[in-house]
C-alpha cells in the first residue's frame, strides 16, 4: 500500500477553475445538514437549473471537441427507439408474473441487471415530480481494460469513450423496457444519463439491492463492482420491490484506504460524513472538480496567442498554422453533423457572420493569424 504512486493528471486551465461559482458543490450536495431534505438539482442537470451550469457546458464542450467521443453522443447514437402510445386495453397478470415478465425482458435486451424499488420522495429531485410508483433500475457493466486507461485525452479518449458506450447501452434497454410495459397498457417512463433529471438512480439502485454506497462515492455493485452505468424506467405496471441486500462493501470500506490514498486532489473523506440527515460516505466535489481529468484546457489557445501582444503573433509558425487550421475544420466539421453546442464560441461567431478565415481555412495562412486572435479574444 505504501508505495501506491498516484496518477499524474493534466494540468488545469486557470481560465476552468475561474468557472467555479461561489457556492461550494458541498453546500448543494447537503455536506453538514442534519435534516433529511430531497436532493438539489446539481451536474449533469439542464444548465439553467444549477449554478455550476456554466462551468458544466465548459466540461461538455471539452469532451465534445473529440471527434471519437462525440460520435457515441450525437443524435444518431444507438440510444434506443422512440416512446410509443401506451396500449388502451391493460393485460391482468399478477405481480409476481409481471416481475418475472420484466426480469426476462430486461436480461435478453442488453441488460445486465435489474432490481425494483418502489418510489420514494427522496429519490426524486428539488423541483421536480413523478407520479409513477415503482422504479426499475437497470444496471449494465462497463469494460474495466478501457476505462483503465487514463488519464484520457483526445489521443487516448478510451475511457470516455466507453463510458458514453455504456450510457447509450443503458439507455437502449430501459428505452426497449418501457416500450414493453407500455404495449401492456401500463404507463412507463425511461431514464437515461449521461444527463440528469428528476430520477436520482443511485439512491434506489441501493434500496433495490443492487449495490451499496462505497467511499469512492460511487456505487459498488454486489457482483459488477463500480465497473457499471444504471438506467431505469418508472411504471404503475403492478410489481414487487427487491430487497435491499448487504454486499459486504460497508465493513469493507471502512477499513479499506486505497481510494483515500489515491486520489489525486485527496477529495475523498476517510470517514462517513453527515449529509443531508444521513451518515454516508463522501467526495469533496470542490477537490475533486478543480482536478477532473479534462481532455484539454477549456478554452483551447495556441502556444503562440498566449502573450496576446504583436510580438506574440509574429513568432507564430507556419506549423502552427496547419495545425490551427485542422483543429478548427475538425471542429466545425463536427460540430455541424451534430450539435453547435460544441464548437467553441468564437467559430460559432466565424460561422454566423460568414467569416473569411472560414472561406479559407484549406488555404489558411499567416496572414490570417491576427483575425483569428480578434476572433478568439472577442467571443
Ligand atoms: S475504501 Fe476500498 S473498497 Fe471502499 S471504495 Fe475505497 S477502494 Fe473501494
Known amino acids: 500500500m505504501s508505495n501506491f504512486k498516484k496518477k499524474k493528471l493534466p494540468e488545469t486551465a486557470d481560465d476552468f477553475i475561474a468557472l467555479f461559482p461561489n457556492i461550494s458543490g458541498n453546500t448543494v450536495n447537503g455536506l453538514n445538514e442534519t435534516k433529511v431534505r430531497r436532493p438539489s438539482p446539481f451536474f449533469w442537470h439542464p444548465q439553467d437549473k444549477h449554478e455550476f451550469g456554466e462551468l458544466q457546458t465548459e466540461v461538455v464542450g471539452i469532451q465534445r471537441r473529440s471527434p471519437e467521443i462525440i460520435e457515441h453522443y450525437s443524435s444518431e447514437a444507438p440510444r434506443g427507439p422512440k ?45 421536480y415530480q413523478i407520479d409513477e410508483p415503482w422504479v426499475i433500475i437497470i444496471g449494465v457493466t462497463m469494460d474495466h481494460s478501457q476505462l483503465d486507461k487514463v488519464p484520457a485525452s483526445f489521443k487516448n479518449p478510451s475511457s470516455p469513450v466507453e463510458v ?22 401500463y404507463m412507463a417512463k425511461p431514464w437515461a444519463g449521461p444527463f440528469a433529471s428528476a430520477l436520482s438512480m443511485v439512491p434506489a439502485a441501493i434500496d433495490s439491492g443492487m449495490g451499496t454506497l462505497g467511499k469512492h462515492g460511487s456505487l459498488i455493485h454486489g457482483e459488477f463492482g463500480s465497473s457499471f452505468r444504471l438506467s431505469a424506467v418508472t411504471t404503475d405496471m403492478p410489481l414487487i420491490a427487491d430487497p435491499k441486500r448487504d454486499i459486504g462493501s460497508e465493513d469493507f470500506c471502512q477499513n479499506c484506504q486505497i ?63 496547419k495545425n490551427v487550421s485542422k483543429l478548427i475544420q475538425n471542429w466545425v466539421q463536427n460540430g455541424l453533423k451534430n450539435d453547435q453546442k460544441c464548437i467553441p464560441k468564437f467559430i460559432q461567431q466565424c460561422i454566423q457572420n460568414d467569416c473569411n478565415i472560414l472561406k479559407n481555412i484549406q488555404n489558411m495562412s499567416s496572414k490570417w493569424l491576427p483575425k483569428l486572435i480578434d476572433c478568439m479574444k472577442s467571443a
Open 259 to 321: 481510494c483515500v490514498k489515491a486520489c489525486p486532489p485527496n477529495a475523498i473523506f476517510p470517514e462517513k460524513q453527515m449529509v443531508s440527515g444521513t451518515k454516508k460516505w463522501f467526495v469533496d466535489f470542490d477537490k475533486c472538480f478543480r482536478k477532473i481529468t479534462i481532455l484539454g484546457p477549456p478554452k483551447w489557445t495556441p502556444k503562440w496567442t498566449q502573450n496576446g501582444t504583436q510580438n506574440g503573433l509574429q513568432k507564430g509558425t507556419q506549423n502552427d498554422v
Open 164 to 185: 458514453a458506450r455504456q450510457y447509450n447501452r443503458a439507455a437502449r434497454v430501459c428505452r426497449e423496457l418501457t416500450n414493453f410495459i407500455l404495449r401492456q397498457g
Open 83 to 127: 416512446t410509443i402510445k401506451k396500449a388502451e386495453t391493460i393485460i391482468e397478470k399478477t405481480n409476481e408474473e409481471w416481475v418475472a415478465a420484466i426480469k426476462d425482458f430486461t436480461l435478453s435486451h442488453e441488460g445486465d441487471d435489474i432490481r425494483i424499488a418502489k418510489m420514494e420522495p427522496l429519490y426524486i429531485y428539488e423541483g
